[in-house]
């Protein structure tokens, strides 16, 4: 891990980090049936008050995850955020749930998106955008001051937004957020230690986790799945189980780096296959997530194995997601500011027994 | 995959029984309207997951301690009520101390 990456996670950790998500697809679904055009582009149900944001999937026809989308209800339009693979086939696939229906599709390309996510990134936001936004709930939106859009979300396990700014305003958003004050300091963190961070917190990432022919059903994100809609990739799916999907996606802890694609063993029998394996600096072990066959697919098994780089048989042990505790779980938003951090308890950041304790 | 060595087979079917006991309690108790097969076990409770709030939650801690003759006491409660894995292991936990009492 190089030390630009290790300061990244220190900052999403401890502090706040700032990112630029140029691969990410703004786009509007617009006119007086949008919602329409959205359930039928969606595998979601989406009842959505104003203001509120849902995580939902792009779908291919076969059930297999192109694309994470964000969908948030802004005035009576929609504001759909892609990312992964298959996010650039949005607008085409959005133009086509369009046909027919009094609703059209609009590409963004003036927006420009960042995220900031920490423990304390209230305070920069406050600090930038104004006191309104402290009592932004979680999966929420809001139309910002001067312009573009502020949506709550994240992955990381921290406090975390998505910042839409138009593209020419980006430098001077960069500077506002990099200002010293009283809050923390706002650290420029990459995609790489934002995705580092989801999987240490156990939630998806579409740019870390897709992979091709992987369905919700193998990635455990079926409640993005409403099984009561008429949708092409939802029927697929429901095919796809009945005939039985052999793989789910589970975690566990080992303490040595497996690499991508590394077999996971049971007794010299082949039971899966390791997904994604980092280090963690918070925990001081190695966590990960491999693809098992569904009798061991289960939390709490110690006895699958798998081989490091070396060819060596490395024991891991399966384990209930996410890794560890954040600071942001003691954090109150109201309550708690940067300046004060040294009165706070962190919590003891492991959740999981580490690879030695679990042998 | 040939069949499982006996003790891990005995362990993971434990695992799995308790695992569909709390799925029922969502669908009898939360009135969750999702096929047992459709939840999965590391989805989160909350927020982006199946979208409990706190009352639900309360619901929910009410149904697992009576369903499994449990008292489960608050600091060890907001850790495990983050999926259905995390509930699962702190339940086998709780059994395992009975036992061991």
Same mark, same amino acid.
């Given at each position: ?13 401890? +502090? #706040? ?54 969908? #948030? ?22 133009? $086509? ?27 920069? !936001? ?13 999966? $929420? ?8 859009? !502020? ?10 937004? &998505? ?42 990432? +579409?740019?870390?986790?897709?992979? /091709?022919? !992987?369905?919700?059903?193998?990635? =455990? !994100? ?22 039985? &999907? ?5 975690? &566990? ?41 569904? /009798?061991? *697919? ?7 194995? +798998? ?14 997601? /996410? ?10 938003? =109201? ?6 951090? *040294?009165?706070?308890?962190? /919590? ?7 690879? =030695?304790?679990?042998? | ?6 003790? %891990? ?15 029922? %309690? ?45 008292? %489960? ?10 999926? %259905? ?17």
């Amino acid at each position: 891990m190089s030390e630009a990456l290790l300061d990244d996670l220190l900052a999403l950790r401890t +502090a #706040a980090g700032l990112a630029h998500h140029p691969d990410t697809v703004a786009l509007w679904l617009r006119g007086p049936a949008a919602l329409d055009a959205a359930e039928r582009l969606l595998p979601t149900e989406l009842f959505l008050r104003e203001g509120q944001v849902r995580p939902s999937l792009l779908l291919s026809e076969t059930g297999v995850v192109d694309a994470e989308v964000l969908v #948030a209800a802004l005035g009576e339009d929609l504001l759909l955020l892609a990312e992964g693979p298959g996010a650039s086939s949005l607008r085409a696939r959005a133009e $086509h749930s369009c046909e027919g229906l009094e609703a059209r599709a609009e590409l963004d390309a003036e927006l420009d998106v960042l995220s900031l996510s920490g423990p304390f990134a209230w305070e920069p !936001l406050r600090a930038v955008e104004g006191p309104s936004v402290a009592g932004l709930p979680y999966g $929420h939106a809001l139309h910002r001051a001067e312009s573009g859009y !502020l949506l709550r979300t994240g992955g990381s396990g921290e406090f975390g937004f &998505f910042l839409l700014a138009p593209r020419a305003g980006r430098d001077a958003l960069f500077e506002a957020y990099g200002a010293p004050g009283e809050g923390p300091p706002v650290r420029r963190v990459s995609l790489d230690a934002l995705d580092h961070c989801a999987l240490e917190a156990g939630n998806f990432s +579409a740019r870390a986790d897709l992979a /091709p022919g !992987l369905t919700p059903l193998e990635l =455990q !994100l079926q409640a993005r799945v409403s099984w009561h809609k008429t949708h092409p990739a939802v029927a697929a799916l429901e095919a796809h189980r009945r005939e039985g &999907f052999r793989r789910r996606l589970t975690s &566990f802890v080992v303490a040595h780096e497996l690499p991508r694609g590394a077999l996971v063993e049971l007794d010299g029998e082949e039971a899966g296959a390791v997904h994604r394996c980092s280090y963690s600096p918070s925990l001081g072990f190695y966590v990960g997530t491999a693809l098992l066959e569904l /009798p061991v *697919a289960h939390s709490g098994i110690d006895a699958l194995s +798998a081989r490091d780089a070396g060819g060596e048989l490395r024991p891991l042990r399966t384990v209930s997601p /996410p890794f560890l505790r954040t600071l942001s779980f003691v954090v109150h938003p =109201q309550r708690n500011r940067w300046a004060e951090r *040294a009165t706070l308890t962190p /919590p003891p950041s492991s959740r999981v027994p580490s690879p =030695q304790e679990a042998r | 995959m040939r069949p499982l060595p006996e003790e %891990l087979q005995r362990v993971l079917d434990h695992r799995v029984e308790t695992l569909e006991a709390i799925k029922q %309690l969502l669908t009898e108790s939360l009135r969750l309207n999702t096929p047992h097969e459709a939840i999965d076990p590391d989805v989160p409770l909350f927020a982006a997951g199946l979208g409990f709030d706190s009352v639900d939650a309360l619901e929910l801690l009410v149904a697992v301690e009576t369903r499994f003759s449990l008292k %489960l006491e608050e600091d060890v409660v907001r850790d495990a009520f983050r999926s %259905l894995n995390s509930l699962v292991d702190l339940v086998l936990a709780k059994q395992a101390e009975k036992v061991a009492a």
